[in-house]
C-alpha cells in the first residue's frame, strides 16, 4: 500500500501566518500519495494551543473527529473562541475510499492578531512635523527597555500611516518592505505581527522604527504628495510572555526619543537621498545616547479599522547580477541588469567623505545608448548616497522601489564602485505555474508576462511600476486576474485588493476605476463607474471562486456586489449602457468598439455572473433574478448592436470576442459572428486589433469556435503588432501599448509608454487553459474537477504546462512527431479529471503502452474510464496519478481545424 500523507498545511491564506484576525480561520491542505485515484473520504483536525499537547494528543481547543468529507480546501474551525496574541498549532490527517488512515501530517501553526481595539495598549506616535515643500526627510525612533527573567515568546505588533522599518537590539524585525502596505487610510489601515522571541536577551534591549512616507504621504501618480495626510505616525506594541507565565507590554508612547538621521527623503516615485554622514552608530541597540533625541509627537485614536493583513508581505524575492557594463561619453556608467524588473540596486563602493553616487534607473535606451527617461514624466527613479568615507561602505534604500532594467551610475571621480545587484521585489505570493514549448520566442513572451506580474504586484496591482502613475487600476486587473492566479497563488492577494475595491465604492454603489481610491481626484464623478474597470468589483470575487473556491470572498462582498448591480439598472433602466464615461477598449489600433455595445456586454456578463455567484452560496431566489437580468440585457444587446447576418456593430475584433466570450449571441448568430471575427484577423494580414479588454477574449473564442490554427497564428506573429514583435525586439516584459516602439516611429507616445504593463499578457491565461490544456471543469469550481484539454497544433512540436492548485501539481505535457500524439498527464490527490485526447477515426488510444478499452474499469477509480467521443477528442476520466497517452494526430491546419466546443461555453467559464 502507497503511503498517504496530509501536506502543505495552510491557515486562511498563508502557510504558518502570524497575526491572523478571523475568529474562524479557514485550514487546507494537500495530500502526497503515489497511488493512483486516490480520494479522501475522511479527515480528521486537531488543535491546541500547545504544541506538547498536539503532540501528544492531550489537550485540544478543537477535535473535529472523523469528519466524512472529501473537503480538504478552506475547512472552517469550529473549536472553542480563539483568542487574542494567542499561537495555535494543527494538524490532520485523512483517510482513503477504502477507511485506510493517512499519517499525521506535519505540526502547522498560526497566531492570533489583537481581535479587539481593546487590545491595543500602544499609542500612536510620529515625528514633531512642520509642512515642507517637496521631499522629507526619514524619521527615527527608539525605546530603551529592561527584560529580568527569561522569556518564553514575544510578538510584535505594528502598523502605520507612511511605511516601517522595525528593529530589535540592532536587529531587523522581519523580510518585509513597506509595511503595512497601502490602504485608503481614511478607512483601514493594516497591521503586520512578527514573532521576535529569538531577538530578546535578559537585561537592557532596545527597540526601534523607521519611518518613511510610502503611500501615505509621498508621491502617487500625478497628483503630488501627502493625498491622505501629512503627519506621519506609527502604532508598536510588543508583548513579552516570560517562562514564569507573567506577562508585559511595551507600547509606542511619549517615552519613546525621535530624531532624524541619514535618509534625507525617501518617495516611491523620486527616489531616495541618503548621506551616511549622519547615521547614528548603534542608534537602535541598548546602551545608545539618546539625551539629545526629542520626545516624539502624540496623536490620538484612529478611526478607522485596523485589521491584519491578509496578503503576503512585499519582499525581496530575487537577486539579478549585470550582465553588460559600460562608461558612457559623460563619464557616467551604464549598468544593464538583462531584465526589466522592480526594485532596486544594492551597491559596494569606496570614496572619500563627502564623495556622492547618483542612480538613475530606466527601463530602456535611447538611440545613442543613453538611459530613455521621457515615459517617466514627472517621476525621478533617482536615488543618491553620500559616503561617509570609512573604507568600505555598502548602499540599498529602504522606502523606494524602481521599474528598471538599467541604472546609470554618476559618481564622483574618487569613488569606485565594486559591486552592482539587483534587488526584485514584489509581494511573496508562491510561485505555481510554468510553461515551456518547442518556440522560443513563446518562453520568452511566458517569460515577460511572469516578469510583469511580479513588477506590477506590489500591494495592489499597479498598472505600471515606473512611471509617475503606479495605480490600482481595476480594469488591468480584472483583466489579467485569471492569468495571474495560475502564474502564483494570489488567493490572499486579491483577497486584499478587493478590499480596497469595497472601501472605495461610493454611496450610489459605484464601483472605481482605481483602488485604493485617491483624494487627489478633482472631481468624485471621475475615474468611477467605468465599463470594464468597475466592473472588476464582480469579476475578480468570481474569479477566485473559481480557481480557489473562495465562497467567503463572495459572502463577504455580496452587498457591495449587489449595490453595484443596482446602481447600473438604475441608470441604465432601458438596459442599455449610456450611463457614464468610458475608457473602452483601451489601446486598440484603428478599431473602436461603439462604447455603449462594450459597456452593455460587460452589464450583462456581470449579471450571469452574479446569477452564478449566487447560486454558489445558497442565494437562489437572487440568482434567479440575475439570471433573468442577464437574459432581458441579453436581448437588448442584440436588438441594439447585432445584425441579422451576425455582425455586430463596429465590427471589430474586440467586439466578436466580447460577445462570443460573455454567451450574448444565440448559436447560428455564434457561428456568423466567430466567421466574421476571422476574416477580420485575416484581412489585417493575421493581426490583432485588440486593446486591453479584447485581447482577454480573442484566442479563447477563436479555439471554442473551431479556429484554432487561427489562435495559433496569432500567438506566434512576430510582425507589427503582435506579441512576438516586442519579443523580437528585445522586450522582457510586456509593454503597455502595442506600439510602445516600432522600426518605423521609433518611441511612441512617451506619456503614455511603459515598457513594463501587464494588461496585454493577459493571453497567459489561453496560454495555460488551451495550449497546455490546463482548467477546471466548467460545473465544479477550485480544480476539485480537473479538466486537461490541451489544443495541440504542429506549429508547436512540444508544450509542457504545469500549474499547483489547491490540491497539488497538476501537468500536460503534449507533443507531436511523426503525427503521432503524446500526452504526459499528471494529476494530484483527491481529484478527479477529464482528459480531452485527439481524436482520428479508428485509431486506437494508448494508456502507458496498453490499449484503453471502453468502459474498463477495476471499481476502485484508480483506472481511466472512457467517456465516449466530444468534438473531436475523445474522453477519458482518471483519478490522481500520473499517465501516458499516444495516438494518431489530425491535423489542424486548416482555416477551421474542428470545433473544440463540447456544449458549453468554455471561454466565458
Not at 309 to 327: D, F, G, L, W
Not at 538 to 562: G, Q
Not at 663 to 673: F, I
Not at 699 to 718: F, I, K, M
Request: aromatic share 12%.
Amino acid at each position: 500500500m502507497h503511503s498517504i500523507i496530509p501536506t502543505h498545511l495552510k491557515t486562511e491564506y498563508l502557510v504558518n501566518p502570524l497575526g491572523i484576525d478571523s475568529p474562524r480561520p479557514r485550514l487546507s491542505w494537500m495530500t502526497e500519495t503515489k497511488a493512483r485515484g486516490f480520494l479522501q473520504s475522511a479527515y480528521r483536525i486537531l488543535v491546541s494551543a500547545d504544541k506538547r499537547q498536539l503532540l501528544d494528543e492531550s489537550g485540544f481547543v478543537w477535535d473535529s473527529g472523523k469528519v466524512n468529507s472529501d473537503q480538504s480546501v478552506f475547512v472552517n474551525y469550529d473549536g472553542t473562541p480563539l483568542l487574542s496574541n494567542e499561537r495555535y498549532y494543527w494538524k490532520v490527517r485523512v483517510w482513503d475510499a477504502g477507511g485506510n488512515p493517512s499519517e499525521w501530517s506535519d505540526i502547522g501553526e498560526w497566531s492570533m492578531g489583537l481581535l479587539s481595539r481593546s487590545d491595543w495598549k500602544a499609542n500612536w506616535i510620529g515625528e514633531v512635523f512642520a509642512p515642507v515643500e517637496g521631499s522629507r526627510e526619514a524619521g527615527f525612533f527608539r525605546k530603551s527597555f529592561a527584560i529580568g527573567r527569561p522569556v518564553r515568546s514575544a510578538t510584535i505588533h505594528a502598523t502605520a500611516f507612511g511605511a516601517i522599518e522595525i528593529s530589535l537590539n540592532g536587529s531587523r524585525v522581519g523580510e518585509d518592505y513597506f509595511a503595512p502596505e497601502w490602504t485608503d487610510y481614511h478607512t483601514r489601515v493594516h497591521y503586520r505581527t512578527y514573532d521576535v522571541t529569538a531577538l530578546l536577551r535578559e537585561g537592557s534591549n532596545a527597540v526601534g522604527s523607521i519611518l518613511g512616507e510610502g503611500w501615505y504621504s509621498g508621491h502617487i501618480a500625478w497628483y503630488g504628495k501627502n493625498l491622505y495626510g501629512e503627519a506621519l505616525r506609527f502604532m508598536l506594541q510588543l508583548n513579552i510572555r516570560y517562562e514564569d507565565g507573567t506577562e508585559e507590554t511595551i507600547v509606542s508612547d511619549a517615552s519613546w526619543k525621535e530624531s532624524k538621521g541619514p535618509i534625507l527623503c525617501s518617495d516611491f516615485l523620486m527616489g531616495e537621498r541618503y548621506d551616511a554622514r549622519l547615521e547614528h552608530g548603534g542608534w537602535n541597540e541598548a546602551g545608545f545616547d539618546d539625551s539629545a533625541w526629542r520626545s516624539p509627537h502624540a496623536f490620538g485614536d484612529f478611526k478607522g479599522w485596523i485589521h491584519a493583513q491578509i496578503s503576503p508581505p512585499i519582499r525581496v524575492m530575487e537577486e539579478k547580477e549585470p550582465i553588460a557594463k559600460q562608461t558612457l561619453a559623460s563619464g557616467a556608467q551604464l549598468v544593464d541588469l538583462g531584465q526589466n524588473m522592480v526594485g532596486w540596486v544594492r551597491i559596494r563602493l569606496t570614496g572619500e567623505r563627502g564623495s556622492t553616487v547618483t542612480l538613475r534607473y530606466a527601463e530602456v535606451l535611447n538611440p545613442d545608448g543613453s538611459i530613455y527617461t521621457d515615459n517617466l514624466r514627472t517621476a525621478k527613479q533617482t536615488d543618491t548616497y553620500i559616503l561617509k568615507g570609512e573604507g568600505e561602505e555598502r548602499y540599498e534604500p529602504k522606502f523606494t522601489f524602481h521599474g528598471f532594467r538599467y541604472v546609470e551610475i554618476a559618481a564622483s571621480a574618487d569613488v569606485n564602485v565594486i559591486e552592482i545587484t539587483g534587488r526584485v521585489i514584489h509581494n511573496a505570493m508562491k510561485p505555481t505555474g510554468g510553461l515551456v514549448t518547442s518556440d522560443a520566442g513563446v518562453n520568452r513572451l511566458f517569460g515577460n508576462i511572469l516578469w510583469t506580474q511580479r513588477a506590477n504586484f506590489i500591494s495592489v496591482p499597479t498598472d505600471c511600476p515606473q512611471r509617475d502613475e503606479r495605480m490600482g487600476w481595476t480594469g488591468d486587473a480584472q483583466i489579467f486576474s485569471r492569468t495571474a492566479t495560475y502564474n502564483m497563488d494570489a488567493a490572499g492577494f486579491f483577497a486584499k485588493y478587493m478590499t480596497d475595491i469595497a472601501d472605495a465604492q461610493r454611496k450610489t454603489g459605484a464601483f472605481t476605476d482605481t483602488a485604493p481610491f485617491l483624494k487627489g481626484f478633482s472631481d468624485w464623478s471621475t475615474f468611477v463607474a467605468s465599463a470594464g474597470w468597475a466592473d472588476a468589483g464582480v469579476i475578480i470575487p468570481w474569479t477566485m471562486y473559481v480557481v480557489y473556491e473562495d465562497r467567503k470572498l463572495i459572502e463577504d462582498h455580496y452587498d457591495a456586489m449587489a449595490a453595484w448591480m443596482a446602481y447600473l439598472v438604475k441608470m441604465n433602466p432601458g438596459l442599455l449602457r449610456t450611463d457614464t464615461q468610458y475608457y473602452g477598449d483601451w489601446l486598440s489600433l484603428n478599431a473602436n468598439t461603439p462604447m455603449d455595445a462594450f459597456a452593455t456586454a460587460y452589464f450583462a456578463y456581470c449579471a450571469k455572473l452574479m446569477a452564478d455567484m449566487s447560486e454558489a452560496v445558497g442565494r437562489t431566489e437572487q440568482a434567479a433574478s440575475y439570471g433573468a437580468l442577464f437574459e432581458r440585457i441579453r436581448a437588448r444587446y442584440n436588438e441594439a448592436f447585432v445584425a441579422e447576418d451576425g455582425r455586430i456593430a463596429g465590427e471589430t475584433q474586440t467586439g466578436y470576442a466580447m460577445a462570443l466570450f460573455m454567451d450574448l449571441l444565440p448559436e447560428e448568430t455564434r457561428r456568423q459572428a466567430a466567421a466574421h471575427l476571422v476574416a477580420d484577423i485575416e484581412r489585417r494580414g493575421w493581426h490583432i486589433t485588440t486593446g486591453i479588454h479584447g485581447i482577454k477574449y480573442l484566442l479563447p473564442v477563436l479555439c471554442e469556435a473551431g479556429y484554432e490554427d487561427a489562435a495559433y497564428r496569432l500567438l506566434l506573429q512576430d510582425t507589427y503588432p503582435s506579441w512576438l514583435y516586442s519579443v523580437r525586439n528585445g522586450a522582457t516584459t510586456i509593454w503597455e501599448r502595442w506600439d510602445g516602439w516600432t522600426e518605423e516611429k521609433g518611441f511612441q507616445n512617451p506619456g503614455m509608454n511603459s515598457f513594463n504593463h501587464y494588461a496585454l499578457g493577459a493571453v497567459g491565461e489561453w496560454m495555460y487553459r488551451y495550449m497546455g490544456g490546463i482548467d477546471r471543469h466548467p460545473d465544479t469550481p477550485g480544480f476539485k474537477h480537473i479538466q486537461i484539454r490541451p489544443i495541440m497544433n504542429e506549429r508547436l512540436s512540444f508544450v509542457d504546462c504545469r500549474y499547483e492548485c489547491s490540491y497539488g501539481t497538476i501537468r500536460s505535457r503534449w507533443s507531436i512527431e511523426d503525427d503521432i500524439a503524446d500526452m504526459q498527464v499528471t494529476i494530484p490527490p483527491n481529484t478527479i479529471a477529464d482528459i480531452y485526447i485527439p481524436y482520428a477515426d479508428g485509431e486506437p488510444v494508448y494508456e502507458s503502452g496498453q490499449p484503453i478499452p471502453g468502459g474498463a474499469t477495476d471499481g476502485t477509480g484508480a483506472s481511466v474510464i472512457d467517456l465516449g467521443i466530444i468534438g473531436n477528442r475523445r474522453v477519458f476520466q482518471a483519478g490522481s496519478g500520473e499517465y501516458r497517452f499516444r495516438t494518431r494526430f489530425k491535423s489542424s491546419k486548416s482555416p477551421n481545424g474542428g470545433s473544440a466546443n463540447d456544449g458549453t461555453n468554455r471561454a466565458q467559464r
